[in-house]
C-alpha cells in the first residue's frame, strides 16, 4: 500500500486529484491533443507556412497549460537530427494583439492590422512551454479561430514527413482569473523579429537591446519566459518608475556538446539554448495603465550573433489595486517561482562558429565548407550583386577597405543576406522583387555569408583587404 502510494507521488496523480476535488461539479480540468498535418519538407528545405482554423478545445473555459512538438503518424517525437522546428506561434483570430498596432510579414514588406490576431504563446528550439498560476487561464471559447506560424527545417537530404502535436489543457471553472498575452520584443511586430549582434567588442562585455512597452491596464504579471538565440545572456524584466528594478531575468541553458544543435548541417543560425527560465506569481508584479516595464535584451557583446531575438512575453491578470501597490513600489511578491529544465546543460553560452554548408557532390550529403566553389573576384571599387534563385554569384569577391556592396534581390523568391562568420555581423531582411540592400565594409577579413532561407544553396564570401 505504501508502496502504491509512493508510486501515485510519484506520478503526480495526486496533485491532480486534488485539483479535481477542489473544483465544483460543474467544472472540469481536462488536456487534449491535437495534431496538424502531415508536413512535408524537401531535403535541407527551410519551410515556413501558416496554417488557419487549426483544431483546437471546443469549450468555454481557459487554458492552463499548453506545449508543442513535433511528431510522426505514431505520435513519437521526431528528432532534431531529422526535423526542427524552428519556431512556432500561436495567435487567436480576431483578437487585438496587445503590442502591436501592425505586423510586418515575411517580405519586409506587407502589413497587416494587429487587430487581426493575439499573440497567445509560442516556443522555439527551447520548446517553451504555456504555464500560469493556479486559478489563472488564459481564455477559450467556442467560437474563437486559432492561426499557427511556423518555421522547421529539415536537416536530411531525403524528404521527410512530420506533424505538429500540441497540447492544450484547460479548465471550465468560471471563477478562473482570466490573463492576457503581452509579447514583449526587441524588434516587436514583425513576422522575423531579428536584429544583429554585430561583435568586436571587449572579452565579457554584454550587447544591450532595451525596448519600452506601456501596460495600458491595471494588472499583475503573474507568469512569463523568454527566446533567445545564440550568444544570448539572458532577458531582463524592469519597472521604469521604480528605479528601473529588475523584476525578472528568464536565462538560458545550453545544450552540452554532443546536443543534436550542434551536430547538426546545416546550421542555420547560432545554436539557441535548450531551456529559458520562466516565472510564475500569484500575487505577480503589479504595474498599473500607463507605466513602462523595459525588456533588456543581453547578449555577448565579443562575439558576431546575426539573426538574434529577444522576446518575452509575459500574462498580465487585470487587478485594480495594482496602482496603489506600483505607486509604493511595493516589494517583489514572495511567491515568485522560477521554472527551469533540469536537463544536462551548459550555463555560460558556448563558443561556436557558424560554418557555410554545401552539398558534397558524391554523396549529395550537407558538410561545411570553406568557400563557395569558382575564384575570387577582385573588385577595385563599389559593386552591385545579384541575388538570383537560387545562387549568389560570384560565390567569392574580393573589395577594397571601405568598399560598398550593394545586393539586389532580383525574382519573386524571399531571400536575405546573413554573416556566418566573419570580422563582424549583419543581416538584411528578406527582400525579393528588385529591393537593394546596401553594406559598407570598414572592418577588413573574409566575411563569409548565406541566404538564411536557402542556406546549402546561397554562400558567398566577401574579402575586404586592407589596402586597394
Ligand atoms: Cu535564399
Known amino acids: 500500500m505504501r508502496t502504491r502510494l509512493h508510486t501515485l507521488i510519484a506520478v ?135 492561426l499557427m506560424t511556423w518555421m522547421m527545417m529539415n536537416h536530411r537530404r531525403v524528404t521527410d514527413q512530420a506533424y505538429i502535436e500540441y497540447k492544450v489543457t484547460y479548465t471550465t471553472e468560471p471563477s478562473t482569473t482570466p490573463v492576457k498575452p503581452y509579447w514583449l520584443d526587441a524588434r516587436n511586430c514583425k513576422s522575423d523579429p531579428v536584429y544583429d549582434v554585430p561583435g568586436g567588442g571587449k572579452p565579457g562585455s554584454t550587447h544591450t537591446d532595451r525596448k519600452s512597452f506601456t501596460l495600458p491596464e491595471d494588472g499583475r504579471i503573474v507568469a512569463g519566459g523568454g527566446h533567445v538565440h545564440g550568444g544570448g545572456k539572458n532577458l531582463t524584466l524592469r519597472q521604469a518608475s521604480c528605479n528601473n528594478r529588475r523584476l525578472f531575468a528568464s536565462k538560458p541553458l545550453w545544450g552540452a556538446k554532443d546536443h543534436p544543435f550542434y551536430n547538426v548541417q546545416p546550421v542555420l543560425h547560432e545554436p539557441g539554448p535548450v531551456n529559458m527560465s520562466g516565472f510564475l506569481s500569484k500575487r505577480g508584479f503589479a504595474i498599473p495603465a500607463g507605466q513602462q516595464v523595459v525588456l533588456e535584451s543581453n547578449y555577448d557583446a565579443e562575439r558576431l550573433h546575426t539573426r538574434v531575438m529577444g522576446i518575452m512575453i509575459v500574462y498580465v491578470a487585470h487587478d485594480d489595486a495594482a496602482r496603489a501597490q506600483a505607486a509604493e513600489c511595493a516589494p517583489r511578491p514572495d511567491d515568485v517561482r522560477v521554472f527551469r529544465s533540469e536537463d544536462r546543460g551548459r550555463f555560460r553560452p558556448p563558443l561556436f562558429t557558424v560554418p557555410l554548408t554545401g552539398i558534397d557532390p558524391r554523396t549529395g550529403l550537407a558538410r561545411p565548407i570553406e568557400r563557395p566553389p569558382g575564384p575570387t573576384r577582385l573588385l577595385t571599387g563599389n559593386a552591385t550583386l545579384p541575388v538570383r534563385s537560387f545562387t549568389l554569384k560570384p560565390g567569392n569577391v574580393s573589395i577594397p577597405r571601405g568598399g560598398t556592396v550593394a545586393w539586389r534581390f532580383l525574382g519573386s523568391d524571399l531571400h536575405d543576406i546573413t554573416v556566418a562568420n566573419g570580422p563582424r555581423g549583419f543581416s538584411t531582411p528578406h527582400l525579393n522583387g528588385g529591393r537593394v540592400y546596401q553594406r559598407k565594409f570598414g572592418t577588413p577579413g573574409t566575411y563569409k555569408m548565406f541566404c538564411s532561407l536557402h542556406p546549402v544553396d546561397m554562400t558567398q564570401t566577401v574579402t575586404v583587404r586592407k589596402r586597394r
Open 12 to 146: 503526480g496523480c495526486v496533485a491532480l486529484i486534488m485539483v479535481v476535488l477542489a473544483a465544483p461539479a460543474s467544472a472540469e480540468t481536462r488536456s487534449e491533443t491535437f495534431r496538424t498535418g502531415p508536413i512535408t519538407v524537401a531535403g535541407y528545405q527551410v519551410k515556413q507556412e501558416q496554417a488557419m482554423s487549426i483544431p483546437k478545445p471546443d469549450v468555454d473555459g481557459f487554458i492552463t497549460d499548453m506545449s508543442v512538438d513535433v511528431v510522426d503518424k505514431n505520435g513519437t517525437p521526431v528528432g532534431i537530427d531529422r526535423l526542427m522546428l524552428h519556431h512556432i506561434v500561436f495567435l487567436n483570430v480576431g483578437k487585438k494583439d496587445a503590442t502591436c498596432d501592425e505586423f510586418e510579414l515575411l517580405d519586409s514588406k506587407t502589413r497587416v492590422p494587429g487587430s487581426v490576431a493575439e499573440r497567445f504563446y509560442a516556443a522555439g528550439e527551447e520548446r517553451a512551454v504555456f504555464k500560469v498560476p493556479e486559478g489563472h487561464g488564459y481564455p477559450l471559447a467556442k467560437k474563437d479561430s486559432w
